[in-house]
């Protein structure tokens, strides 16, 4: 079993600035991609950062230039740093990674996901 944790939300002014974490656990033997959604509320859920196992990454035309995602492998980790955040970033986060468990248990990589972190900006 796997299991993504993630923490980091809280509740910030316009402007400033949250690194939201997510940990995976469990029966790994290797993590493809990692990437962060967010879902507000009345909306649609979208695609905010997605970072590759070799660094690459992309991000929502939205967050650009004020959001990084990163990750540190040996930890199973993945990061968000959000700076000049906006009330329009206003949503719970949840991460999600692709995992491939270890060959023995002979099961093909799946889609894994956080249980979500609260994001609240207030203008």
């Known amino acids: 079993q796997v299991q993504l944790v993630e923490s980091g939300g809280g509740l910030v002014q316009a402007g400033g600035t949250l690194r939201l974490s997510c940990a995976a656990s469990?029966?790994?033997?290797?993590?493809?991609?990692m990437g962060w959604n967010r879902q507000a509320p009345g909306k649609q859920s979208e695609l905010v950062a997605r970072?590759?196992?070799?660094?690459?990454?992309n991000y929502a035309d939205s967050v650009k230039g004020r959001f990084t995602i990163s990750r540190d492998n040996a930890k199973n980790t993945v990061y968000l740093q959000m700076n000049s955040l906006k009330p329009e970033d206003t949503a719970v986060y949840y991460c999600?990674?692709?995992?491939?468990?270890?060959?023995?248990?002979?099961?093909?990589?799946?889609?894994?996901w956080g249980q979500g972190t609260q994001v609240t900006v207030s203008s």
């Open positions: 999600n990674g692709i995992i491939a468990p270890p060959p023995s248990m002979r099961a093909p990589p799946s889609d894994y």
């Open positions: 970072i590759t196992s070799g660094g690459s990454t």
């Open positions: 469990g029966s790994i033997f290797s993590i493809n991609a």
